[in-house]
């Protein structure tokens, strides 16, 4: 990616705004109240997939009522572009012994479904009590893998997408919707 050198450099690169703050924010309450049905009063442990489920993670984490505790790993697929490799490495694991939880992945986008694969293999082995997948995003056109996410916000189109957690280059993070990038 092109180094950005300005605020203008930045915001030329968003094409169009694909999820909008309210509607990301009306999302995760409804997602709250479904994590609370489920688990009915049951503590759970949200594993956020660094580094881009860190936003999705703070508001979601404060939308539930359940008891909760927070765990973080790191997995990528992307290195400074909008492609994914195709090879997931597990670069931080998370401290806890997940064995006596009921476990939710919490990431920010599916796209070829490999990484959420490869980790949901990793910590099943585990054995938690119970495990399920809610993502910020989904892109199930660019599924490469046989995945799907229990519990889903929103399904997108193939675009790239940024804001809200997710980044190109580790910029655009800090925008509080979800954006179509352009190259």
Do not use: W
């Amino acid at each position: 990616m092109k180094e950005i050198r300005s605020v203008a450099d930045f915001e030329k690169r968003i094409k169009r705004v694909l999820i909008t703050k309210e509607e990301i924010d009306a999302a995760i309450q409804k997602a709250g109240r479904e994590i609370d049905k489920i688990y009915d009063g049951r503590p759970i442990l949200l594993v956020s997939i660094l580094k881009g489920a860190f936003v999705f993670l703070a508001d979601l984490c404060r939308a539930v009522s359940v008891p909760c505790e927070i765990g973080f790993m790191c997995a990528k697929s992307y290195y400074q572009g909008t492609t994914s490799t195709g090879v997931v490495q597990i670069t931080m694991d998370l401290e806890q012994n997940i064995s006596g939880y009921h476990v939710v992945i919490v990431e920010d986008i599916i796209d070829t479904g490999r990484t959420l694969h490869d980790v949901v293999k990793l910590l099943r082995a585990r054995n938690p009590l119970s495990l399920r997948v809610v993502t910020l995003l989904d892109k199930p056109s660019r599924r490469l893998v046989d995945f799907e996410a229990d519990y889903s916000l929103f399904t997108i189109p193939d675009h790239f997408a940024v804001g809200y957690g997710l980044d190109c280059g580790e910029y655009f993070r800090n925008l509080p919707y979800i954006a179509v990038f352009e190259e």
